[in-house]
């Protein structure tokens, strides 16, 4: 059975960090591309971050480029987000999600698989 499994969410301060991870089993992350994606309650969901597997090209919505940090590690079939000075805006579930190689958070709908989503709260 492919699954993915987000965790590493929590409550933070604003300025604080956090590190998602997004477990696969069933299957190999190498053959597959990985996207970060989140929606906050009564709004749509937004791409965040993607990874090619095959060559590690990564992306970034503009709203998190020098923040966040996506990563792969290969050896554990999992892949990480590192999410540092976090705003009270970016409060909402994380979700990550795994299509073709070259699967683009742009499109959404090339994402064949999706984990249940981590919430990540942002407040004081």
């Known amino acids: 059975q492919l699954q993915l499994v987000e965790s590493g969410g929590g409550l933070v301060q604003p300025g604080g960090s956090l590190r998602l991870s997004c477990a696969a089993s069933?299957?190999?992350?190498?053959?597959?591309?990985i996207g970060w994606f989140r929606q906050a309650p009564g709004k749509e969901r937004e791409g965040v971050s993607c990874?090619?597997?095959?060559?590690?090209?990564?992306y970034y919505a503009d709203s998190v480029k020098g923040r966040f940090t996506i990563s792969r590690d290969n050896a554990k079939n999992t892949v990480y987000l590192q999410m540092n000075s976090l705003k009270p805006e970016e409060t909402a579930v994380y979700y990550c999600?795994?299509?073709?190689?070259?699967?683009?958070?742009?499109?959404?709908?090339?994402?064949?698989?999706w984990g249940q989503g981590t919430q990540v709260t942002v407040s004081s």
């Open positions: 999600a795994a299509g073709g190689l070259y699967s683009s958070i742009w499109r959404p709908y090339e994402y064949d698989y």
């Open positions: 069933g299957f190999t992350l190498d053959y597959y591309g």
């Open positions: 990874i090619s597997i095959s060559d590690g090209s990564t």
